[in-house]
Nanobody, 118 residues
Framework: QVQLVESGGGLVQAGGSLRLSCAAS????????MGWYRQAPGKQRELVAA??????TNYADSLKGRFTISRDSANTVHLQMNSLKPEDTAVYYC?????????????WGRGTQVTVSS
């Protein structure tokens, strides 16, 4: 089991910045990758950014250049969000992909609300 705790969401004006953090606990030894997804009202959950334990990153094409994912320990990742737009408003979820018994399993945090006002 992996527990994920997100922090850093909130309300910001368009053009502003926010930094999200996610700390994992539990079976962190099995984490193969950590990342962020988001879900806006009426839309499907989508990948924002992810980083694997080799340091390789993956971003949604539309967010490249504005969002940066980083990790500073084996179980903590951050998402720096700059030049925020109203369309970035969503619930942001931390995700881990854990390699267990040869298969990948997803774990999710509860989500943190990001609201960007125009």
């Amino acid at each position: 089991q992996v527990q994920l705790v997100e922090s850093g969401g909130g309300l910001v004006q368009a053009g502003g910045s926010l930094r999200l953090s996610c700390a994992a606990s539990g079976s962190v030894f099995s984490i193969a990758a950590m990342g962020w997804y988001r879900q806006a009202p009426g839309k499907q959950r989508e990948l924002v950014a992810a980083v694997n334990w080799g340091g390789n990153t993956n971003y949604a094409d539309s967010l490249k250049g504005r969002f940066t994912i980083s990790r500073d320990s084996a179980n903590t990742v951050h998402l720096q969000m700059n030049s925020l737009k109203p369309e970035d408003t969503a619930v942001y979820y931390c995700n881990t992909k854990n390699l267990l018994n040869g298969a990948l399993r997803d774990y999710w945090g509860r989500g943190t609300q990001v609201t960007v006002s125009s």
